[in-house]
């Protein structure tokens, strides 16, 4: 038995102090894994990159309505979406657009949409019955002041697929109802890091600043 432990020990011993390998050996076990973190890395970036893009480019669309004094069309909605996808480096006709103007007529009211328009197909316009729903995340509002809210929706596919080890589902989502069938169903608000395909959008409001209210006009 001793000597058992010993020829034992002494091959694990061997075995420590063994630093002779195979360059080609070791090369085929650790390319496969760097290559997985340039891709991950790579996905990493460009999730980033797109993400702060479209906060940026939903900035300058929200900024821009702010300093409206005229009422705007459904042609200026489109001309919009086109916009906020140059700025974001996004394909054409692939985001959506949902511009809405809320106000309140005190401070302890509820929410009221002045009107909300849709360009693309990825939102449903606000109604005063699901507006509350993001009243969490709206600023304080004072009585007869209104807001215009610019949202933005993506969907966003990786660059590679780099499986499920970076993922972390952890998505903040709203309960909406859909003002023309009544059914609820949920929409997300806010951005996770999950690496898969996925929803990217953003979610903008600025009050008006040389007018008192962002008007919309269908038939212009």
Not at 6 to 12: D, F, Y
Not at 109 to 118: M, N
Not at 186 to 205: K, Y
């Amino acid at each position: 038995m001793k000597n058992s432990m010993k020829i034992a020990l002494s091959r694990l011993k061997a075995f420590k102090d063994n630093v002779s390998g195979s360059v080609s050996v070791e090369a085929i076990v650790t390319l496969p894994i760097l290559l997985w973190v340039v891709a991950a890395m790579a996905v990493y970036l460009d999730v980033f990159r797109t993400k702060s893009a479209m906060d940026k480019a939903a900035f300058t669309i929200s900024d821009a309505l702010s300093r409206e004094t005229n009422a705007i069309s459904p042609d200026y909605l489109q001309n919009s979406r086109t916009l906020f996808e140059e700025l974001a480096g996004l394909e054409t006709d692939s985001a959506s657009l949902r511009v809405s103007v809320i106000s309140r007529s005190s401070a302890a009211s509820d929410f009221e949409v002045e009107w909300s328009e849709v360009v693309g197909d990825a939102f449903v316009a606000w109604s005063d019955a699901s507006i509350d729903a993001v009243e969490e995340v709206m600023p304080t509002v004072g009585s007869n002041e209104t807001l215009i809210l610019v949202e933005t929706h993506y969907q966003y596919d990786p660059l590679y697929d780099i499986g499920p080890l970076l993922s972390g589902r952890n998505n903040e989502s709203i309960t909406v109802v859909d003002p023309e069938t009544g059914e609820e169903y949920e929409q997300q608000i806010a951005w996770d890091l999950d690496m898969g395909s996925r929803n990217m959008q953003t979610f903008v409001f600025t009050r008006p600043r040389y007018a008192p209210q962002l008007v919309y006009d269908s038939n212009s």
